[in-house]
């Protein structure tokens, strides 16, 4: 799977749009980007996820680079409960089961 | 009507003793897995099953036995439990898609901390 690089913390205000960044520039063509977040003593939750085109769902958006090697995690109206470590994640499709966690982006979201 | 749910919530016992963590998804996923979160919070994968089958095994020491009696559960023992063992343990499970297609994402549960004293 393609390494990504993310910012070791960030902080947004409540209410305020919160942009998290990911670089994945050794991504290849049939390898998707997945969001999860991790809020302190919780499991990893699944955010959204994309291939080539900006996505959006009722949790967030995902803005992909034309040339897929960056990727925008939107989260349009932060909260106090969005503060987590967030992990951006490169992963083929078809049989690959592995998903590989780093360091993340952790959020903080002030009031 | 909790996806993945995992017992116990909390496992503290002392060193070379055996335990087991349990794990069941309602999901109707055909793949589980366990993963392993340390003190420094990465999060690493240990097993997978696919209908039952182990399909990644990565390097876990022999002293951790992941069984899977059917396709809604994956169970992990531990033998002779060492101070290093101690960490959240976390279940997840997913549904694989065929070949070419994503995978669907990955549901957790709320994890195992385990203390070895």
């Given at each position: 799977d393609a390494k990504t690089t993310q910012p070791p913390s960030m902080d947004c205000a409540e209410g305020r749009a919160a942009n998290l960044p990911c670089n994945h520039s050794t991504i290849s063509g049939n390898e998707y980007v997945y969001w999860y977040r991790q809020i302190h003593?919780?499991?990893?939750q699944?955010?959204?996820?994309?291939?080539?085109?900006?996505?959006?769902?009722?949790?967030?958006?995902l803005i992909i680079t034309e040339d897929r090697k960056s990727s925008?995690?939107?989260l349009p109206?932060?909260?106090?409960?969005?503060t987590a470590v967030y992990y951006c994640i490169v992963r083929a499709g078809g049989s690959n089961y592995k998903l590989t966690f780093g360091k993340g982006t952790l959020l903080t979201v002030n009031p | 009507d909790t996806a993945v749910s995992q017992t116990p919530k909390y496992l503290v016992t002392q060193m070379g003793n055996d335990k087991s963590i349990k794990c069941e998804q309602n999901l109707g996923h055909d793949?589980?897995?366990w993963y392993k979160?340390?003190?420094?919070?990465?999060?690493?994968?240990?097993?997978s099953y696919n209908n039952k089958e182990l399909i990644i095994n990565e390097t876990v020491p022999n002293r951790f036995s992941p069984k899977s009696p059917d396709k809604a559960h994956l169970n992990l023992h531990i033998n002779s439990l060492e101070l290093g063992d101690s960490a959240?343990?976390?279940?997840a499970s997913s549904q694989v898609a065929?070949?070419?297609?994503?995978?669907?994402p990955l549901h957790f549960g709320n994890g195992t901390r385990l203390t070895v004293t």
């Open positions: 003593s919780q499991g990893p699944y955010i959204i996820h994309g291939l080539k085109n900006n996505e959006t769902n009722e949790m967030a958006s925008t995690l939107i109206h932060a909260t106090l409960r969005d | 793949t589980m897995y979160q340390d003190s420094k919070k990465f999060l690493k994968i240990m097993f959240v343990y976390f279940c065929g070949a070419s297609s994503y995978n669907s």
